[in-house]
């Protein structure tokens, strides 16, 4: 089935037989129109019209291959139409002329009056209507490929933004996660073992898991859960956490890497900076399609004060709202309150077909 849109590079097959198509199309109708009107036969009228091609087909591909890049698609359309006009009127009369003296001799010829009358101006509109359907197909062509083009342009750069936002995601949740781990390897703790191994996993699935637009939500939360686990060697005692998650989670995809963030802002700029005991709420929940991820923790001594602005421009916060933007334009809530504790709302529509990451 043929496709309107479709733009060819060089002469293929289909390419040809879409013209061979259109013009056979075009002889079999007059053809047929006028054997039916006179006592001609329909051989004797296709002979005619394939004469009548030798002029129809020059004329109406040097419009569209000459005049129309030339002219039309620049906007120079007063040159177009003028060099069109005569050109046309050129064409119209020699097809007159083939009907006057090649098919002369049938009777509604024979009194044809004089050279100059009235039928050229039939030709003449019959050239523009018959250019008319190309020129409509060329222009549709070209704007569905200057549609596409464009898309892609747009698709490209949003790789290119997103694939930033990750590369600058992935360094920084490492640097804060290494320090962690060297302050452990220092102290000869224990558990620094366990940290490598939860390090690992989530280095795993940064590397092999995150490169695919979407992932498993479930594989979101475990990422999540090893995150959790390793602050809670981290800070031992002093740090009360608690991750909830409920609703309809198994089956859902979602960005990587988009929740974890909100979590590092609370650790980096909550629990760090205070020197007392800590909390941080987890909850994440899942309804039909739409996602609800809060995080909430307490604020450090003098920590509360609105106009800090380290709060609310972590490194990992301020890309995970780009990335927030890109992906879910308008398709996500976010919310941020800063009061007696920081608390982070998120909701994502998880139906949404967001642009490859």
Known sequence: MFQFDKTYQGWSWERVSRHVIYWVSWMLFYAISNSTYHDYSLISWIGLELLIMCIKLPFVYFVLYFLMPKFFYPRKYLRFFSVFLITATIAAIGIWALYYYVFNPFYFYQDSGPFWSVKINFKLLDLIYIVSIPIVLKMHQRQSLQEKQTRQLAEEKLGAELKLLKNQLHPHFL????????????????????????????????????????????????????????????????????????????????????????????????????????????????????????????????????????????????????????????????????????LVKLNINLDYEMPNS
């Not at 060297?182 to 989530?202: F, G, I, N, T, W």
């Not at 475990?222 to 956490?241: A, P, V």
């Not at 007392?276 to 995080?295: A, G």
């Not at 604020?299 to 602005?309: H, I, K, Q």
């Open 175 to 342: 640097f804060n996660t290494l320090n962690n781990l060297y302050s452990m390897v220092l102290l000869q703790h224990p558990k620094a073992s366990d940290v490598v191994l939860r390090l690992s996993e989530m280095m795993s699935y940064m590397l092999y898991e995150c490169e695919r637009p979407r992932i498993d939500l479930q594989k979101e939360i475990d990422n999540i859960r090893n995150y959790i686990e390793l602050e809670m060697i981290r800070y031992g005692k002093r740090l009360d956490i608690s991750l909830e998650t409920g609703g309809e989670v198994t089956d859902k995809t979602i960005a990587p890497l988009l929740l974890l963030p909100f979590l590092e802002n609370a650790f980096k700029h909550g629990v760090e900076k205070s020197e007392l005991n800590s909390w941080v709420r987890v909850n994440l929940w899942v309804e039909k399609s739409q996602l609800t991820f809060m995080v909430e923790n307490s604020l450090p001594e003098n920590g509360n004060d609105n106009s800090n602005p380290k709060i609310q421009s972590g490194v990992g916060l301020a890309n995970v709202k780009k990335r927030l933007q890109l992906l879910y334009p308008d398709n996500h809530q976010l919310e941020i309150k800063n009061k007696e504790t920081f």
